[in-house]
T-cell receptor
Framework: GENVEQHPSTLSVQEGDSAVIKCTYS??????FPWYKQELGKRPQLIID?????GEKKDQRIAVTLNKTAKHFSLHITETQPEDSAVYFC????????????FGTGTKLQVIP | DGGITQSPKYLFRKEGQNVTLSCEQN?????MYWYRQDPGQGLRLIYY???????QKGDIAEGYSVSREKKESFPLTVTSAQKNPTAFYLC????????????????FGAGSRLTVL
């Protein structure tokens, strides 16, 4: 089955700096890669996603890149703000008969004011 | 107000007891999922269901059971066979859109925290 690895597990940055979180996946049949943000005590929410036919996607201060050959994808947050502090999860969806969504282990991002 | 509702929010169980966590959605979503969240281990898939009366085991299905008798409901039973059931359980739902151009956005419930005494 699909295995998603995520690094780093914790990340501290100064406000205004950039943050990068990296994920790798194992199954080349995966075709959809979302990122979820979970603030303390709240449910995970989708912040950005990328499909396998696209190499990069941006949404204001957030961008995601995908390298299908290397089977890795990354989340980039620029000009970080304290409200970006949260746990971020990457995920991969297998495109086979049953569309199973597998998550990484999460990255706790702390933005220091 | 559309959404996905989990109950109870907190649940305490004695060892050897089965407990059932409720998950209801009014989003008309086809697919529903159960994840377990433990510190440092992310979200691990327990069971998922794409249509009524059909469900598949996820990565950590042992000690758990589910049913999908209605599109809106996907209850999870934590049985006494689950050796370490204390955890935070998240239910999610999504519309299923396949193919290379399809997205699969999950909407999560607020979660249920189960503690075994």
């Amino acid at each position: 089955g699909e295995n998603v690895e995520q690094h780093p597990s914790t990340l501290s940055v100064q406000e205004g700096d950039s943050a990068v979180i990296k994920c790798t996946y194992s199954d080349s049949a995966s075709n959809y890669f979302p990122w979820y943000k979970q603030e303390l005590g709240k449910r995970p929410q989708l912040i950005i996603d990328i499909r396998s036919n696209v190499g990069e996607k941006k949404d204001q201060r957030i961008a995601v890149t995908l390298n299908k050959t290397a089977k890795h994808f990354s989340l980039h947050i620029t000009e970080t703000q304290p409200e970006d502090s949260a746990v971020y999860f990457c995920a991969a969806r297998y495109s086979g008969g049953y569309q199973k969504v597998t998550f990484g282990t999460g990255t706790k991002l702390q933005v220091i004011p | 107000d559309g959404g996905i509702t989990q109950s109870p929010k907190y649940l305490f169980r004695k060892e050897g007891q089965n407990v059932t966590l409720s998950c209801e959605q009014n989003l008309n979503h086809d697919a529903m999922y159960w994840y377990r969240q433990d510190p440092g281990q992310g979200l691990r898939l327990i069971y998922y269901s794409q249509i009524v009366n059909d469900f598949q085991k996820g990565d950590i299905a042992e000690g758990y059971s589910v049913s999908r008798e209605k599109k809106e409901s996907f209850p999870l039973t934590v049985t006494s066979a689950q050796k370490n059931p204390t955890a935070f359980y998240l239910c999610a739902s999504s519309t299923e859109q396949g193919g290379d151009s399809g997205a699969n956005v999950l909407t999560f419930g607020a979660g249920s925290r189960l503690t075994v005494l």
